[in-house]
Nanobody
Framework: QVQLVESGGGSVQSGGSLRLSCARSGYTYSSYCLGWFRQAPGKEREGVTT???????SYADSVKGRFTISQDNAKNTLYLQMNSLKPEDTAMYYC???????????????????WGQGTQVTVSS
């Protein structure tokens, strides 16, 4: 059974930093796409960043240069380093996974199949 558990959220002032973690278990696929998504109150869920099993990454324009996605395969953990945080980054952040390469996800609009419970990030001005 696949399980994704996020941690690391919290409250921070504008300009501050946070690092989110997503521990995954039961995930034995050799090819996959991992991602971070966020949803603010009253807004649609949006994709923040993805990382492929080969290490390729992509970022939403709104976070480029400020956020960094990474993974530690030995620990089966996905990270999201968030720097220069802005109030508009306030949202519930979710990690997600799907057992196909990210390019396939993008090309064929495949939904992520496994989701964590989310961790709240609040940035005050």
């Amino acid at each position: 059974q696949v399980q994704l558990v996020e941690s690391g959220g919290g409250s921070v002032q504008s300009g501050g930093s946070l690092r989110l973690s997503c521990a995954r278990s039961g995930y034995t696929y050799s090819s996959y796409c991992l991602g971070w998504f966020r949803q603010a109150p009253g807004k649609e869920r949006e994709g923040v960043t993805t990382i492929d099993s080969d290490g390729s990454t992509s970022y939403a324009d709104s976070v480029k240069g400020r956020f960094t996605i990474s993974q530690d395969n030995a620990k089966n953990t996905l990270y999201l380093q968030m720097n220069s945080l802005k109030p508009e980054d306030t949202a519930m952040y979710y990690c997600a996974a799907v057992p196909v390469p990210c390019k396939v996800v993008t090309t064929h609009l495949i939904e992520f199949s496994d989701w964590g419970q989310g961790t709240q990030v609040t940035v005050s001005s």
